[in-house]
């Protein structure tokens, strides 16, 4: 049974432009029978349409965004800024001494919803005043209620409606959380080589680790902490989605980029795993960020050392 998140489906957008596009609930109705997912079929087959069954994106915006607004506080309480900081902050050590002087650096977050982690970093000056924050989204609605909330509180941070990819200006460390499972199949290392082929530096994006206990663990704490089934429903089949290490790994591998993968499975507690990186440098980076890591490097990986165990 294919594994499909409603929020994927009730929207569509032009992938170049960001241009919205009509859905009609039948079909995505249809997709979901056909994939097995009754339950899935129902909680849609309850949202708004028009006449013509195109279903209201006003509605669906409104949705989207609580739902979003949940999944915010789940990252608040699984530390996922602190955990993206961990890694970060060394990561721009490593940068700024293998390139002194060539600031400001720009970091991307990739499919910011919200802005959360990009508000995040803008709010605690994390990363340092030379790092421009930007916030990307192919969904006009979340990216632009991630905008409306950083202008509420001032903050140094900026958000984008569009590809990511498509950026005027070059990005130096592209990230994301909770985007890479969305991409299957040929897509995903399409997603890595689309970094590699760019002047980007690095990149770093965070995932759901796919262990036996995350579907478990994505079931408690979504039902703990989501209202909408919606929210509920897509919490659990993300966690169903997420790529192996060894899959991660293995798309990474775009040329030119050295892939690594922090925190891989077997060498933390299951119970304590979530979500974790996979890492890709410049060759020359390898070096400078494992220093700048300090002890924690040895949590760091590449492909030769992801053992049976871990993969
Ligand atoms: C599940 S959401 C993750 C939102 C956010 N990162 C979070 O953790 O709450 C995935 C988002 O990625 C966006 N997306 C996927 N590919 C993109 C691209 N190439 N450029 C910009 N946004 C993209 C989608 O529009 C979607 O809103």
Redesign the pocket.
């Known amino acids: 049974m294919a594994h499909l ?1 409603i ?2 489906l009730i ?1 569509a ?1 032009e ?1 170049r432009t ?1 241009r919205r596009l009509p859905v009609r609930r039948a079909e995505v109705i249809q997709q979901l029978l056909a994939s097995g997912d009754g339950r899935a079929a129902r909680i849609v087959s309850r949202l708004p349409v028009d006449r013509d069954d195109v279903l209201d994106p006003q509605a669906v915006d409104t949705l ?1 965004i609580s739902v ?1 607004t949940e ?2 506080r789940l ?1 608040e309480e699984l530390r ?1 800024g602190e955990r993206l900081v961990h890694v970060l902050d060394p990561l721009f050590t490593a940068i700024r001494s293998t390139t002194p002087g060539t600031g400001p650096y720009r970091l991307v ?9 990009v508000r995040r970093l803008a709010a605690t000056h994390a990363l340092g005043p030379d790092v421009e924050l930007v916030g ?4 006009a609605a ?2 632009g209620e991630a905008d409306r909330l950083a202008r509420a509180e001032g903050l140094g941070c900026r958000f984008v409606h ?5 950026l005027p200006e070059a990005a130096t460390v592209y990230v ?4 890479l499972h ?2 299957r199949g040929p897509a995903l290392a399409e ?1 890595f080589r ?1 970094q590699a082929a760019s002047p980007a530096l690095a990149f770093c994006h965070f995932d759901i680790a796919a262990t036996g206990l995350a579907p478990i663990g994505a079931w408690v704490f979504h039902h703990a902490r989501m209202r909408h089934p919606l929210g509920r429903h ?1 919490g659990v089949v ?1 966690a169903r989605r997420a790529h192996s290490d060894a899959t991660l790994l293995r798309a990474a591998a775009a040329p030119g980029i050295r892939p690594l993968l922090y925190e891989p499975r077997g060498s933390v507690n299951p119970f304590c795993t979530t979500l974790r990186p996979v890492i890709g440098v410049r060759p020359h980076l390898e070096a400078p960020l494992r220093r700048a890591l300090g002890r924690s490097a040895r949590r760091l990986v590449g492909p030769e050392l992801l053992t049976e165990a871990t993969a």
Not at 109 to 117: A, E, I, M
Not at 136 to 139: E, P
Not at 176 to 179: A, K, L, N, P
């Open positions: 998140e929020s994927d929207t957008v992938p960001g989207l979003h999944l915010q990252s996922i977050d990739v499919g910011c919803g919200l802005g959360y982690l990307v989204d192919l969904d979340l990216v569009g590809n990511a990819f498509d994301s959380t909770g985007v969305h991409f997603f689309a897509d993300s």
